[in-house]
């Protein structure tokens, strides 16, 4: 067992700053790197060190492995934290860490090796339990072997690129005819992404929900589950708003997927925290799709309904303590919401809309946290994501955490660049959401840009009918007037007005 003094964090934007936070807590120093894009960035200016590592291009900085390890050894550095994206998912990179004597703050390269594959983690969890949806065991070689699959499975299918993430290389195939146009997308899109245009089939799940297991394991053989969180509000195959627990799991289906992902997590003799995704359709039968190991951009929810700093765990499994946590120990409480404040345009397809933030001013107050790396005045550089920051809050119920949600997304004030907090506020009021029947079609079944604009007209058609009243008001003041929730919501108009 080693104790880790100082950490390097291989990251940028609200992650880095995410895991240096807790470090702080834990006494540990911290060191960033930036790319000269990043010159100015808050995780630069939070780090007890900082140090520039190439030009804004990420293959040029923050990819660049073997400089970051350079940096760590020159600086005394112990452990290197990656986050998110860019080299958390990168078995050669932890494996280098390794072999310069460092700790890798992550699972073992064997591990990512394994689970970086969609169809290698499906053949190392083959011998488990684990229910998996139809389709090919190993990638196409032959196309007209594909479309005999392909009808078989029965339409749509999806093909998938084995080396995938972040939602890139996947193509719906609504029937045959469109077999080989949509075959030849996804590979050239999973070659230009991944470098590697292996895709397979899968039975592509109809109304298909996305609910994923946080699972937490040590060097010791122990792994425990943190529940679930359910991701099903996505564009792009990516996730935009996420919840935790999920509305419509049964206890016994939670106890159940939970049992399976510890098995996946067991599979690859996993440690650190991981993710273990599935689709569920609309009977709740649920499907394995893939293990992320890494630190998830969604984990906060997950934290706040169980009260376990997840970046904590994970530097103290690195360091090879046991986990201290049982299984029983652990229980849902409360529930949260996040939605990603993309810098996006949702009336545009959500296309990044990358600037200044002209304006930049969090919401505050009870059951908010704000993950984020930006302040007022501040580029979005377009030279990586476009995410602004995370929104989450936290209630007694699904309703209130809904409640301060739409509260906390009236407070954020962004102007400068379009973001997605307009269309997560639509989903916040949607029917659909609120009654939590919803599933990944959310978005193509009920987003259309103009359902963004009528709520600006009403919002200042109620502010003049506010106005008016409050004339009235003035001059009859016994007269009652009732306040609607849609004048109330149009507030922060006035504001801006007096
Ligand atoms: P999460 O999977 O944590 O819910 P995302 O799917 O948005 O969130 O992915 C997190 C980040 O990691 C994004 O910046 C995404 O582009 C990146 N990412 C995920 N998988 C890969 C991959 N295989 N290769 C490169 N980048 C990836
Ligand atoms: P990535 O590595 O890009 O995250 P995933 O396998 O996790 O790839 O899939 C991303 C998203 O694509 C899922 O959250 C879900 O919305 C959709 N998806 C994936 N597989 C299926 C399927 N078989 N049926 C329906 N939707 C799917
Ligand atoms: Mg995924």
Known sequence: MTTIKKLLVANRGEIALRVMRTCREM???????????DRNALHVRYADEAVCVGPAASAESYLKGDVIIDVCKRLGVDAI???????????SFSQMVRDAGLIFVGPSPESIEVMG????????????????VPGTPSAIADRDEAKVISAQIGYPVLIKASAGGGGKGMRVVENEA??????????????SAFGDGSVFIEKYVTSPRHIEIQ???DQHGNIIHLFERECSVQRRHQKVVEEAPSAILTPGIR??????????????????AGTVEFIVDDQ??????????RLQVEHPVTEQITGIDLVKQMIYIAEGKPLTIQQDDLQIKGHAVEVRVYAEDPANNFLPDVGTLETYVRPQGNGVRVDDGFEQGMEIPIYYDPMIAKLITYGADREEAIQKMIRAIDEYQITGVQTTLPFCRFVMEHEAFRSANFDTRFVSLYFTPDVLKPAVDKAEEDLAAVLGAFLLDTQKPKQQTAVSAAQQRSRWKERRLS
């Open 284 to 293: 709740l039968n649920f499907y394995f799709l893939e293990m992320n190991t």
């Open 27 to 37: 006494g540990i120093k911290t060191v960033a790197i930036y790319s000269e894009a």
């Open 178 to 191: 469109e077999f080989d146009e949509q075959m030849d997308r996804a590979v050239s899109e999973a070659l």
């Open 81 to 91: 934290h990656p986050g998110y994206g860019f080299l958390s998912e990168n078995a």
């Open 255 to 272: 106890a159940e997927m939970g049992r399976c992902a510890v098995d996946v997590a067991r599979a690859c003799g996993y440690y650190g």
């Open 215 to 217: 699972v937490l394991g």
């Open 117 to 132: 594959s969609k169809l290698a983690a499906k053949a190392a969890v083959a011998t488990y339990n684990i229910p998996m």
